[in-house]
Nanobody, 115 residues
Framework: QVQLVESGGGLVQPGGSLRLSCAAS????????MGWYRQAPGNQRELVAS???????NYGDSVKGRFTISRDNAKNTMALQMNSLKPEDTAVYYC?????????WGQGTQVTVSS
């Protein structure tokens, strides 16, 4: 079993920045992919970004150039640096870890972009 705990959400003004963190614990296999999904009320869940244990990254089109995902394999942590935030980035952000055939989710952290 794997546990994921997110932190770093909050309220920020448009154009501002936030940094989300995710700490993984438990029985974690070395080869995995970690990522962030987000979901706003009334919207479908959207992949924000992912990063493999080898460092290969993937970003959703709406966040490319603004968000940066990173991870520390030794500490089993992952971060999402979010810059130039827009109101449409408002959502609950979830940390995910994929280790075939398993998928683990965090409890989510709210990000609100508003003036």
């Amino acid at each position: 079993q794997v546990q994921l705990v997110e932190s770093g959400g909050g309220l920020v003004q448009p154009g501002g920045s936030l940094r989300l963190s995710c700490a993984a614990s438990g029985n974690i296999v070395s080869r995995n992919v970690m990522g962030w999904y987000r979901q706003a009320p009334g919207n479908q869940r959207e992949l924000v970004a992912s990063i493999s244990s080898g460092g290969i990254t993937n970003y959703g089109d709406s966040v490319k150039g603004r968000f940066t995902i990173s991870r520390d394999n030794a500490k089993n942590t992952m971060a999402l640096q979010m810059n130039s935030l827009k109101p449409e980035d408002t959502a609950v952000y979830y940390c995910i870890l994929w280790a075939t055939p398993y998928e683990y989710w965090g409890q989510g952290t709210q990000v609100t972009v508003s003036s």
